[in-house]
T-cell receptor, first 113, second 112 residues
Framework: KQEVTQIPAALSVPEGENLVLNCSFTDSAIYNLQWFRQDPGKGLTSLLLIQSSQREQTSGRLNASLDKSSGRSTLYIAASQPGDSATYLCAVDSGGSNYKLTFGKGTLLTVNP | DGGITQSPKYLFRKEGQNVTLSCEQNLNHDAMYWYRQDPGQGLRLIYYSQIVNDFQKGDIAEGYSVSREKKESFPLTVTSAQKNPTAFYLC???????????FGEGSWLTVV
């Protein structure tokens, strides 16, 4: 059974810092991995999707990497801003269809002005 | 604008009552999903539907029911058989081929 772990559970940084969020998974036979952002009391917003054949994806100040063999993904946020404060979740697709998504519990990020 | 609309945002249910959460999407997606999120927990799949008139149980389907009579609609009924229904419920949709999944804004259900 696929298990997804996100470390740390919470992170507080000053504005302007570069930071890395971690996601690990137990079964390396994945189809893709997705990173999401969730604001308090809101739904999830997709940030990046990395297919199993890819090593990384970039969108603006965000860069996600994937190392299938070691069961790890990282989300790098450059020049953090207070507006980046949110919970970040990763989800692993083990079956090639979204009903096979396994979510981590998330990392709560606070960026202090 | 294209997206997923969930209603109501907040719902209170008395013990023994059934309640229905609405989910409508205008993204022309074939696949739709219902997730439950408890505080500090990851999302858990309740039901999913890959095509109209077909749906499958997820990991925690007991006490819930769904229907998929139209492509754009996937309502979730929380029955009185669900022992601990207080949670945040999220509806989602996708093209169903392992591509990006899109979420609604969620519905809060509280049992009083």
């Amino acid at each position: 059974k696929q298990e997804v772990t996100q470390i740390p559970a919470a992170l507080s940084v000053p504005e302007g810092e570069n930071l890395v969020l971690n996601c690990s998974f137990t079964d390396s036979a994945i189809y893709n991995l997705q990173w999401f952002r969730q604001d308090p009391g809101k739904g999830l917003t997709s940030l990046l999707l990395i297919q199993s054949s890819q090593r990384e994806q970039t969108s603006g100040r965000l860069n996600a990497s994937l190392d299938k063999s070691s069961g790890r993904s990282t989300l790098y946020i450059a020049a953090s801003q207070p507006g980046d404060s949110a919970t970040y979740l990763c989800a692993v697709d083990s079956g090639g269809s979204n009903y096979k998504l396994t979510f981590g519990k998330g990392t709560l990020l606070t960026v202090n002005p | 604008d294209g997206g997923i609309t969930q209603s109501p945002k907040y719902l209170f249910r008395k013990e023994g009552q059934n309640v229905t959460l609405s989910c409508e999407q205008n993204l022309n997606h074939d696949a739709m999903y219902w997730y439950r999120q408890d505080p500090g927990q990851g999302l858990r799949l309740i039901y999913y539907s890959q095509i109209v008139n077909d749906f499958q149980k997820g990991d925690i389907a007991e006490g819930y029911s769904v229907s998929r009579e139209k492509k754009e609609s996937f309502p979730l009924t929380v029955t009185s058989a669900q022992k601990n229904p207080t949670a945040f419920y999220l509806c989602a949709s996708s093209t169903g081929s392992g591509n990006t999944i899109y979420f609604g804004e969620g519905s809060w259900l509280t049992v009083v």
